[in-house]
């Protein structure tokens, strides 16, 4: 009997591409998770909720991170003093911004499955960030780069498909508050924004002064919320 081969749309479907890169992750970080502990500025934030309980997270860095702590004490809520449970957690977040890189990318580029999917791989084991290890920690910065890449990707569904685009762009827009005031790692990532916009509208309007003004359009709520955020910290 032939064997055929399986078609290629499986091979980047909604099941397959989550669970390869879950794969991908499992090798680059999840092999020695269950010998792992706390390391580095996880301690301050362990002994908070220990002295202090969970709640005491909320007001961690809270004057110029206003949601950073909200991040900690939901993990504390989970994971409690269990340093295998925060190592999942933020290993979950990893995951998840793998995950969510990919739903954007596709948003922008739909028939670009095979490059895209090397971007996020890359983007998974790519030695830029070596923190993954310091997982309390990490996780307020790892999550809100997941909640990045949703924004981004709810954004590029609104332009693309207007009949939702209220509530598609008001939910990009929160998620999108969410990051700028968990962290202020992704501020400079903020500002591609205006870019992705342009691309997808070089699909759908070739007149240079209309796409430009139809890009002003799309990006400045997301700018006031930029600024707001750059005034508050």
């Not at 879950?22 to 500025?41: E, K, Q, R, T």
Request: hydrophobic share 50%; proline share 6%; aromatic share 16%.
């Amino acid at each position: 009997m032939e064997i055929r081969p399986r078609p290629k749309s499986f091979l980047f479907s909604p099941i397959s591409v989550p669970i390869a890169l879950l794969c991908v992750c499992i090798l680059a970080y999840g092999l020695l998770l269950p010998s792992m502990g706390f390391y580095w500025d996880d301690w301050p934030w362990i002994w908070i909720a220990h002295v202090k309980g969970s709640q005491s997270l909320l007001e961690v860095d809270r004057l110029h991170r206003p949601l950073s702590g909200l991040i900690l004490w939901l993990g504390s809520l989970l994971a409690g003093e269990n340093p295998l449970g925060w190592q999942l957690l933020t290993f979950s977040f990893r995951w998840l911004s793998g995950v969510t890189l990919w739903w954007f990318l596709r948003k922008i580029w739909p028939k670009r499955d095979e490059r895209i999917l090397w971007v996020v791989l890359l983007f998974l084991v790519y030695p830029g960030f070596t923190h993954q290890y310091v997982s309390v920690n990490t996780s307020r910065h790892i999550l809100p780069l997941a909640l990045f890449f949703l924004s981004l990707g709810m954004m590029i569904w609104a332009i693309r498909y207007k009949k939702r685009y209220g509530l598609l762009t008001l939910t990009s827009l929160f998620l999108g508050m969410i990051t700028l005031l968990s962290t202020e790692y992704y501020y400079g990532l903020e500002l591609l924004r205006p870019i992705f916009i342009w691309l997808v509208l070089d699909t759908q309007d070739k007149d240079f002064k209309g796409r430009f003004k139809q890009a002003i359009k799309h990006w400045l709520p997301y700018a006031v919320i930029f600024v707001l955020s750059l005034i508050h910290i």
